[in-house]
C-alpha cells in the first residue's frame, strides 16, 4: 500500500512560525515520525510541502491509481480552494484533512473548510500528533478495503 502526505503553504515554516498555535514541531519531524511509522506497517509513503495551489493540485492528480490514501493539511487553501475540493472530489482516493489547530476555535474564516465535504474525515486541534492519527485511520480503511 501506498500514502501520501502533502503539506501546504506555510507549513514549511513549521517550528518558527506562530508557536503559540501551531506549536515547536518542525515539518521534517512531522515527515520523519511518517515516514518511521510507514516502515513498521510496511507501508510506502510519500511526504510533500508546496506553497502553490497548483503544485498541490498536480501531485494529487498524479497519485491517482497508484496511491491508496492522502494525509493533507492544505494550510489557508483549506479555506478558498474550489480548485484543491474538485482535485480531491476527481481522484477519489480517500483523504484526510488534518489541521495542527482548532481551526473551529479561531477567526470565523477558519471554520469553513471546502474540502472537508469531499473527504474522509477531518482532524483539527491535536497538533503533529494529527497527522499519526490520520495515519491509523487510513491504515484502517485500508484493512477495510483488503489493501
Ligand atoms: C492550518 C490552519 C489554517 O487555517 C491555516 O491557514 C494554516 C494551518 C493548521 O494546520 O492549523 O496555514 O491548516
Given at each position: 500500500?501506498?500514502?501520501?502526505?502533502?503539506?501546504?503553504?506555510?507549513?514549511?515554516?513549521?517550528?518558527?512560525r506562530e508557536?503559540?498555535?501551531?506549536?515547536r514541531?518542525?515539518?521534517?519531524?512531522?515527515n520523519?515520525?511518517?515516514?518511521a511509522l510507514a516502515q513498521?506497517?510496511?507501508v510506502?509513503?510519500?511526504?510533500?510541502?508546496?506553497?502553490?495551489?497548483g503544485?498541490?493540485i498536480?501531485?494529487l492528480?498524479?497519485a491517482r491509481?497508484?496511491t491508496?490514501?492522502?494525509?493533507?493539511?492544505?494550510?489557508?487553501?483549506?479555506?478558498?480552494?474550489?480548485?484543491l475540493r474538485?482535485?480531491?472530489?476527481?481522484?477519489s482516493?480517500p483523504?484526510?484533512?488534518?489541521?495542527?489547530?482548532?481551526v473551529h476555535?479561531?477567526?470565523?474564516f477558519?471554520?469553513?473548510s471546502?474540502?472537508a465535504?469531499?473527504?474522509?474525515?477531518?482532524?483539527?486541534?491535536?497538533?503533529a500528533?494529527?497527522?499519526?492519527?490520520?495515519?491509523?485511520?487510513?491504515?484502517e480503511?485500508?484493512?477495510?478495503?483488503?489493501?
Amino acid at each position: 500500500a501506498k500514502l501520501l502526505v502533502l503539506h501546504g503553504p506555510n507549513l514549511n515554516l513549521l517550528g518558527t512560525r506562530e508557536p503559540d498555535i501551531y506549536g515547536r514541531t518542525t515539518l521534517e519531524q512531522i515527515n520523519r515520525d511518517l515516514t518511521a511509522l510507514a516502515q513498521e506497517f510496511g507501508v510506502e509513503i510519500d511526504c510533500y510541502q508546496s506553497n502553490h495551489e497548483g503544485f498541490l493540485i498536480d501531485r494529487l492528480q498524479a497519485a491517482r491509481g497508484n496511491t491508496d490514501g492522502v494525509i493533507f493539511n492544505p494550510g489557508g487553501y483549506t479555506h478558498t480552494s474550489v480548485a484543491l475540493r474538485d482535485c480531491i472530489a476527481a481522484i477519489s482516493i480517500p483523504t484526510i484533512e488534518v489541521h495542527l489547530s482548532n481551526v473551529h476555535a479561531r477567526e470565523e474564516f477558519r471554520h469553513r473548510s471546502m474540502l472537508a465535504p469531499v473527504c474522509m474525515g477531518q482532524i483539527s486541534g491535536l497538533g503533529a500528533i494529527g497527522y499519526t492519527l490520520a495515519f491509523h485511520a487510513l491504515l484502517e480503511d485500508l484493512a477495510k478495503r483488503g489493501l
